[in-house]
């Protein structure tokens, strides 16, 4: 068969060399890589590239090479009768092949010399036909391998590798679930409970974590194909309570156990609800549920409503001994120096209701009043004291001279005591503190 297709093309070449033997001109037909067959006008001819023709006759040729592996070329050419040489050259591109590279598990790694082709599946269409391809194929937790290729002008090839496994897999659950999880120091895209396939064989970390918990870390060794069943319970971290109150200075109970006055913190403490009860004297006392959240810092403010009064209170005279409910608040002030009237006396913080008021001054009758105080209101008092039949003095002045004062002292100035003489009544006697040798009280209170 192939010396009956040769010899057809040496009769085809003799008789385009016969048909135009009388023309000199000489065609050289190569091509790049040499060794194509070349067709002319449509006949081919023997012989391959690089090949000679003498005696084409003038005028327009069409010349095609072709070469197993490559696309074919055609070349378009004028021969002239003056010509003694023509040169007709083709570069032949070489056939691409398509490959498409599948593997088991998907998601491989693929390269050949160096060169990056992506992950499987890849369909790979710049490769040269007719040529054979090692390619390595890669992906964590399985053993790297290798598949060879041997491809045929066109044709798609399809070329299949199974990687075995060289890792193990884990099952990770937690108590509470969606908890963060680290294997190796690489964070999981999913959250508990999830599988994990493909961790490579050897020491494993795996980290668990979640806010408001305590992290939990386990090490285990995995061995290829080996499946691992990881379970934890978290334990919740411990929150802070942080208390304040307006004003300041209430007290706190933690389920009736005392904490102490405001501003407070207790740390650490369980998560969980707590009833929180804050108390101030004059003040209503508030009671509040309060729940504390694992890891977090809980901040609660009592603002407390006042449930107390004002008194205010005037005597005539002044320097009248003031008693609240059986509470000393002292004596009220003159107005100014020798004034009869006192200023007022401002008592704060008296709880609403009735109260009792005892007004005492020596030589004078004892006053007692029962107002009612009202919420964040101030109630005035003037009291008149009416001077007593009977004189009690406290206090006894014997002079230099050994002259004796009997009487209630009034007023101490720098210069001297001043006193109520019990003889004549009510009339007030300044004695120079020079002329004082001694004194004695005969009222041990005023004392």
């Known amino acids: 068969m192939k010396f009956t297709l040769s010899l057809i093309c040496s009769l085809c070449t003799l008789a385009l060399f016969a048909t135009h033997q009388k023309n000199s001109t000489i065609v050289e037909f190569t091509s790049i890589p040499s060794g194509a067959s070349v067709y002319l006008d449509g006949a081919r001819l023997a012989g391959e590239t690089p090949l000679k023709l003498p005696g084409l006759a003038p005028g327009t040729h069409h010349a095609r090479f072709e070469l197993k592996g490559y696309e074919p070329k055609d070349e378009i050419f004028n021969v002239n009768s003056g010509s003694a040489y023509i040169n007709c050259q083709a570069e032949l591109k070489p056939v691409k092949a398509l490959l498409l590279v599948t593997s088991d598990p998907e998601g491989c790694e693929l390269t050949r010399d160096g060169i990056f082709y992506g992950e499987t599946p890849r369909l790979i269409s710049t490769l040269d036909?007719?040529?054979?391809?090692?390619?390595?194929?890669?992906?964590?937790?399985?053993?790297?391998?290798?598949?060879?290729?041997?491809?045929?002008?066109?044709?798609?090839?399809?070329?299949?590798?199974?990687?075995?496994?060289?890792?193990?897999?884990?099952?990770?659950?937690?108590?509470?679930?969606e908890a963060d999880v680290a294997i190796n120091g690489i964070v999981q895209q999913s959250k508990t409970p999830l599988v994990v396939s493909d961790v490579p064989?050897?020491?494993?970390?795996?980290?668990?974590?979640?806010?408001?918990?305590?992290?939990?870390?386990?090490?285990?060794?995995?061995?290829?194909?080996?499946?691992?069943?990881?379970?934890?319970?978290?334990?919740g971290k411990p929150g802070r309570l942080f208390l304040s109150s307006i004003p300041e200075g209430a007290r706190f109970y933690l389920d009736d156990k005392p904490l102490g006055k405001a501003p407070q913190e207790v740390e650490p403490i369980a998560a969980g609800e707590y009833l929180v009860r804050a108390e101030l004297e004059g003040y209503g006392t508030i009671s509040r549920k309060v729940v504390i959240s694992k890891g977090e810092k809980t901040s609660e403010e009592f603002r407390l409503e006042s449930i107390t009064g004002k008194l205010e209170i005037r005597t005539t005279p002044a320097e009248a001994t003031v008693i609240v409910d059986g509470h000393?608040?002292?004596?009220?002030?003159?107005?100014?120096?020798?004034?009869?009237?006192?200023?007022?006396?401002?008592?704060?913080?008296?709880?609403?209701?009735?109260?009792?008021?005892?007004?005492?001054?020596?030589?004078?009758?004892?006053?007692?009043?029962?107002?009612?105080?009202?919420?964040?209101?101030?109630?005035?008092?003037?009291?008149?004291?009416?001077q007593s039949n009977v004189f009690i003095p406290n206090i006894e002045i014997t002079t230099v001279s050994g002259v004796v004062y009997r009487g209630i002292l009034r007023e101490l100035t720098e210069e001297s005591w001043i006193i109520e003489l019990e003889k004549p009544r009510g009339i007030t006697y300044p004695i120079p503190k020079s002329q004082i040798r001694g004194h004695i009280w005969l009222d041990q209170e005023t004392k």
Not at 160 to 176: C, F, R, V
Not at 213 to 232: N, P, Q, R, W
């Open 129 to 177: 036909s007719n040529k054979s391809y090692t390619f390595n194929l890669k992906k964590n937790g399985y053993k790297p391998s290798s598949i060879q290729v041997a491809l045929d002008g066109r044709t798609p090839y399809v070329a299949y590798a199974k990687l075995i496994s060289d890792s193990g897999k884990l099952t990770i659950s937690s108590i509470p679930a």
């Open 328 to 386: 000393s608040h002292g004596r009220t002030k003159p107005q100014s120096p020798g004034a009869e009237t006192s200023e007022y006396m401002k008592i704060e913080n008296l709880s609403i209701g009735e109260h009792e008021i005892e007004i005492k001054r020596d030589g004078y009758r004892t006053e007692k009043k029962h107002p009612k105080i009202e919420k964040d209101e101030t109630t005035q008092i003037n009291i008149r004291l009416k």
């Open 201 to 235: 064989k050897g020491r494993v970390e795996i980290v668990i974590s979640k806010e408001g918990y305590e992290t939990v870390t386990k090490t285990l060794s995995l061995t290829a194909g080996s499946d691992e069943i990881v379970s934890v319970q978290l334990e």
